[in-house]
């Protein structure tokens, strides 16, 4: 391999000096035959000395190969030109002098200074200052930097329109030409901003205190018209029109306005927009007033002018028509309580005396004692529900007394109750379907000093007893409701406490729930199973077979109870909705009534029409003369006015 290497360097070698010795016989002037494959840069800088009889000097890191492809023949100035092409592709330049020309690479020949010929070759490394008449360096260097190579410089300098480019001689002449068609004359936008309530002048020495405004552009002032005068780039405009809109406000210019509202309370939506304005600038406390006026439902705004647009906006967006929420609960509750008695007591009398016997103290049951006291002392005593029987001594002196009692009792209370309430959004509703019962809580006999009362008096508290349902809905963006529901059933047990005054019995639910528009939610459910027994007996007496029945007394109760609250809400944003609803509700209570209302036979006194008037089909039968009942109408009593009418309908 090494001396495959050897053979052609040997060729290589004879074939450049056989070309060398051609071209050296040839005159200045005649045609050359050049084709060169992988030759020796230095040697081809040699073939061109001697064919253009100029001088080179070489850096010494001028290294390379070059080829060159040339069927025909070339002049002396098409081989320099070829020449000049070898080294810009091998990144090197030509630096003229006076005697010699130096070839150096491009990334160094800045560095050196150039000879003191003046006919300087396109193809010479150059520095040349460049000026422009109308564009700006700025933006002449941002499009023609791209297009330079990597060793050319181009530096601008400041506070002048000079540009110094430092580059081969065929790139002048490329960039130069460039530049010239970009430094042309251009027509500059002239905009101008009138100004309303800031002084132009002021706001000229804002726009050149903060240095904005490139060379070559250009703000003045129109003090006639309080404008300011703007020539230059789309950029400037745009940050000059910012910069005066802010600074041409209104100073202590205020406006009044009035505004209507259809839906929310004027206190209220005061105090919100009010707090709002605010918090969201400090400053603006002493300059917004907003005055709600609760006759007509309005707000007396006064506020800077360019605040009341905002102000507007803010109350117009929260006075909208508020959504309603329809609220049904069922609850239904269900009692069923069981009790069994059965007693024997007896026992021997002497002297009005009982001696001995089985006698047993049974709830809802008179003892044997208190049975025969009564007797013999002429009263009556209950003795209790179900089956007696009872025996004393006729003369009531001596003898045996007997009681025997058995009773079983069943009583069942089934409740259904389906309220249903319509409120606002976030807005407290309440139904109370109850009794108001009168419970004494305090008594007073005597208020003077003497033994004679004087001015006894009771102190008597009411209190609801039946049905409360209290509901406080707030409806989410995604037609979820969540309500706050305090739920309450109360009953009279007709029972007494030992104290005095009547047992009721209460059952509540407080709590808060999350349910989706029209869905049916559990609020809360019971169920109750409980059972007792009491059982009295004599030891021992009380065991014998048959007649141990005798000596003992047994009752047993049993109870159950189911209590189910359900609920239900349905959003109504529209009239629309409202008015569906309202007659399904009155369709279903007209039949309700209907069911429920008694017969008529036919015989005196007829039985009166209790059926619900309205059936959701016309809104104004409740208030019709024809829903009078015919005896009020045959005897010519006075009709109610007639039917109503609304819009002309």
Do not use: C, W
């Not at 139904?431 to 008597?460: D, L």
Request: proline content about 6%; overall charge neutral.
């Amino acid at each position: 391999m090494n001396r495959l290497v050897t053979a052609r360097a040997h060729v290589l070698a004879l074939f450049l000096a056989l070309g060398l010795s051609a071209l050296m016989a040839i005159p200045a002037s005649a045609q050359v035959r050049l084709d060169l494959r992988d030759a020796d840069l230095r040697s081809f800088v040699e073939i061109v000395a001697e064919t253009t009889g100029r001088n080179y000097v070489l850096d010494p890191n001028v290294r390379g190969t070059v080829t060159i492809l040339a069927p025909g023949t070339l002049t002396p100035d098409e081989l320099y030109e070829v020449f000049l092409s070898v080294l810009e592709l091998n990144r090197l330049t030509i630096i003229e002098g006076v005697g010699s020309d130096k070839i150096v690479a491009m990334n160094s020949a800045r560095e050196m200074s150039p000879g003191s010929r003046l006919g300087v070759a396109d193809g010479s490394y150059q520095t040349r200052v460049i000026e422009l008449q109308n564009a700006t360096p700025a933006e002449v260097t941002e499009v023609v930097r791209p297009l330079l190579p990597a060793e050319a410089v181009m530096s601008i300098v400041p506070g002048s329109n000079l540009i110094i480019l430092s580059d081969r001689g065929q790139n002048h002449r490329r960039i130069e030409g460039l530049i010239k068609r970009l430094d042309k004359p251009s027509e500059k936008p002239i905009e101008m901003i009138r100004l309303r309530n800031a002084n132009a002048a002021e706001v000229l020495q804002v726009v050149q205190a903060m240095n904005i405004v490139p060379e070559g552009a250009s703000v003045t002032v129109d003090r006639r018209s309080n404008a300011l005068v703007i020539s230059g780039p789309d950029q400037l405009r745009q940050q000059v029109r910012a910069l005066a809109s802010r600074l041409d406000t209104q100073r202590n210019n205020t406006v009044s306005t009035a505004i209507g509202l259809n839906y929310a309370e004027a206190a209220t939506l005061a105090d919100i927009v009010l707090r709002s304005l605010q918090s969201e600038n400090p400053q603006t406390e002493g300059q917004i007033h907003i005055v709600p006026e609760p006759q007509t439902n309005s707000l007396l705004i006064t506020a800077p002018q360019d605040r009341i647009d905002d102000i507007q906006n803010m109350v117009k967006y929260l006075d909208r028509r508020p959504t309603q929420v329809l609220v049904e609960a069922v609850i239904f509750e269900m009692t069923v309580e069981g009790f069994s008695d059965l007693t024997a007591q007896f026992g021997g009398i002497v002297n009005q005396a009982i001696v001995g016997g089985a006698q047993f103290s049974m709830q809802g049951r008179p003892t044997l004692t208190s049975l025969v006291s009564a007797i013999v002392n002429e009263q009556t005593v209950d003795v209790g529900n179900g089956g007696i029987l009872a025996g004393v001594p006729r003369n009531g002196s001596n003898g045996i007394a007997g009681f025997l009692a058995a009773v079983a009792t069943q009583q069942s209370t089934r409740l259904l109750s389906t309220p249903s309430i319509m409120t606002l959004n976030n807005k407290e509703a309440e139904i109370v379907v109850a009794q108001n019962v009168p419970f004494v809580t305090g008594s007073f006999t005597s208020t003077g000093s003497g033994s004679n009362p004087e001015n006894p008096f009771q102190t008597v508290e009411r209190q609801d007893v039946g049905l409360t349902l209290a509901v406080t809905p707030q409806i989410n963006a995604d037609r979820t409701v969540k309500m706050l529901i305090n739920q309450e059933v109360s009953n009279l047990t007709r029972t007494t406490s030992a104290s005095g005054g009547e047992i009721t019995s209460k059952r509540a639910i407080s709590t808060t729930v999350l349910v989706r528009d029209g869905n049916v939610v559990m609020l809360g459910g019971l169920l109750e199973n409980g059972s007792g027994s009491a059982n009295q007996r004599v030891p021992g007496l009380s065991k014998i077979p048959l007649l141990g029945g005798l000596f003992r007394g047994k009752n047993a109760s049993k109870n159950q109870r189911v209590l189910l609250v359900l609920l239900r809400p349905q959003v109504v944003a529209t009239d629309a909705e409202a008015r569906k609803l309202t007659r399904q509700i009155s369709r279903e209570a007209k039949a309700a009534s209907q069911t429920i209302a008694p017969m008529d036979d036919g015989q005196y006194p007829r039985t009166p029409r209790g059926s619900f008037p309205f059936d959701g089909a016309d809104l104004n039968q409740p208030f019709d003369a024809g829903f009078v009942d015919d005896i009020a109408q045959s005897r010519n009593y006075p009709p109610l006015p007639s039917r109503l009418r609304f819009n002309g309908n």
